[in-house]
């Protein structure tokens, strides 16, 4: 973050000063942290409300850890910049029914001025953007490999993308940053296009449309509507000084190549279409990862993925793209897609425990694309001699299909040749050995599997099922025979 004051963050976010002199008026702030565990010297502290706490309530001892000021949307018992309340939409802040009196959505506004000053203060940052129903935090991840080379890069730590998320990764951006990646998500119409008035984007990526969220959007037309959003707030192509936004969609994705029409920016495609700018042939999987021959206007060079899964080609190719953008070539572009290792946790993590079993690790989130992705990676790991096991969990916020979509997931799983078990409340059919929990499933899955077999835990974030994972990689998940 560029070093401001507590009187410039007033002024930016409107607040108002309170306990806070002429001299802590002027001291410097050099960063934001929502977390009072966190906080350093120096550190702007977000009182925001949370499921178990409310940040006000922890403010005097974010001051005492070394905090400058506070955020806040009342007064508390520590210097702060008090921000002036704000009107509530239902639904559109992430903090929903934990901020029943506004003094978390105030704190949010506040935070999204002060990035949109402190980004505006950054003329020559690259601000890229990242969307779709799936593969935004993996393709993030790529980018930060494919930019850091390029130059300074500041990526979402975690899968930061929403109206704390966005604002708060791009307040880690200072003078000396090149490029800064986002990711944008959505929960409903005009999302993502809030999200880009707070951190305006000069490249944005559109991966893909599918059916995560589709309970709330109620149709894929309606979410492709809101991916859209960003393509949109888009500057034109046509701009001088390297300032021209580009527009990087899936030519493989019929609804997000139709976003070529709404945007000013100018277009570039990726994908296995023999007609993209960006695009991946010779694909070869080896025990699930992919190795291509990357394709591009500026000449073409050999990719090896150390990540698993088919589905990460179009994610690379993504990243590859921007980074053909921002000055990278070909054969620099490859070497770093095929140094790349996962960086965010629960997404295809592959260990191989001590007795041979394998456990696949991809509990953070589910829906029907990225669970038929999950299984055939399995399958690929797996190959022809060892057994596989797909233990599913529910898929959320897929709307009125969700029995359908349940169902059909156990069938692909066991056309590909795994023994499915199914946790929790989902019915995924009478081929699905049905149990309670994530205990009844560890007990299950301790007793049954043998060394070779290959373990693929799969769900929605909501259910837990990374616990599931962590007991299989314990001492005691281990199988000795």
Request: aromatic content about 4%; hydrophobic content about 50%; glycine content about 12%.
């Amino acid at each position: 973050m560029i070093e401001m004051t507590p009187a410039e963050i007033a002024a930016v976010t409107g607040g108002r000063l309170h306990r806070i002199d002429e001299e802590a008026a002027a001291a410097p702030v050099t960063a934001v942290e929502f977390d009072s565990r966190r906080i350093g010297p120096g550190g702007l502290f977000l009182a925001l409300p949370g499921e178990r706490a409310d940040g006000h309530d922890f403010a005097a001892q974010a001051v005492t850890r070394g905090a400058t000021a506070v955020l806040a949307g009342r007064e508390v018992d520590a210097p702060a910049v008090v921000v002036p309340p704000v009107e509530v939409r239902d639904g559109h802040t992430y903090l929903g029914a934990v901020d029943p009196d506004g003094t978390g959505a105030a704190v949010l506004a506040g935070l999204g001025r002060l990035a949109r000053h402190v980004l505006g203060a950054l003329p020559g940052l690259a601000v890229v953007g990242v969307t779709g129903s799936a593969g935004k935090t993996s393709t993030k991840d790529l980018l930060a490999a494919v930019l850091s080379p390029l130059g300074p890069t500041v990526a979402p730590p975690e899968s930061f993308n929403n109206e704390l998320g966005t604002p708060y990764t791009a307040l880690r951006a200072d003078a000396g940053t090149r490029n800064l990646v986002l990711e944008f998500s959505a929960r409903g119409i005009g999302h993502i296009a809030a999200l880009c008035a707070v951190a305006p984007p000069r490249i944005g990526v559109v991966l893909n449309v599918g059916s995560a969220h589709l309970g709330e959007f109620g149709s894929r037309a309606a979410i492709a509507t809101a991916k859209g959003e960003l393509v949109e707030a888009l500057p034109p192509g046509d701009l001088p000084g390297g300032r021209g936004g580009v527009a990087v969609l899936n030519a493989d994705d019929e609804l997000v190549a139709a976003m070529a029409t709404r945007t000013p920016a100018r277009v570039v495609t990726f994908g296995r279409a023999a007609d993209a700018h960006v695009r991946a042939t010779d694909v070869v999987l080896t025990a699930g990862r992919a190795s291509f021959r990357l394709v591009t206007p500026a000449g073409s060079a050999d990719v090896a993925l150390r990540l698993v899964g088919e589905h990460q080609v179009s994610n690379a190719l993504a990243a590859a793209a921007v980074a053909l953008e921002l000055g990278g070539t070909p054969d620099g572009i490859a070497a770093a897609l095929s140094a790349a290792t996962p960086a965010s946790r629960w997404r295809m993590e592959v260990t191989d425990r001590a007795d041979g079993v394998t456990v696949v690790n991809d509990a953070y989130n589910a829906n029907p694309e990225s669970v038929r992705a999950a299984i055939a990676a399995l399958a690929q790991i797996a190959g022809p001699d060892r057994r596989a096991w797909a233990v599913l969990g529910p898929m959320a916020e897929i709307g009125d299909g969700a029995a359908a979509e349940h169902a059909a997931a156990a069938e692909n799983a066991r056309a590909a040749g795994a023994r499915v078990v199914a946790v929790g409340a989902p019915d995924y059919g009478p081929g699905a050995e049905h149990v309670a929990d994530v205990p009844a499933a560890l007990t299950l899955l301790r007793e049954r599997t043998r060394p070779g077999d290959v373990v693929l835990v799969k769900a929605s974030r909501s259910a837990g099922l990374e616990r599931l994972a962590a007991g299989l990689l314990t001492t005691e998940g281990l199988v000795y025979r």
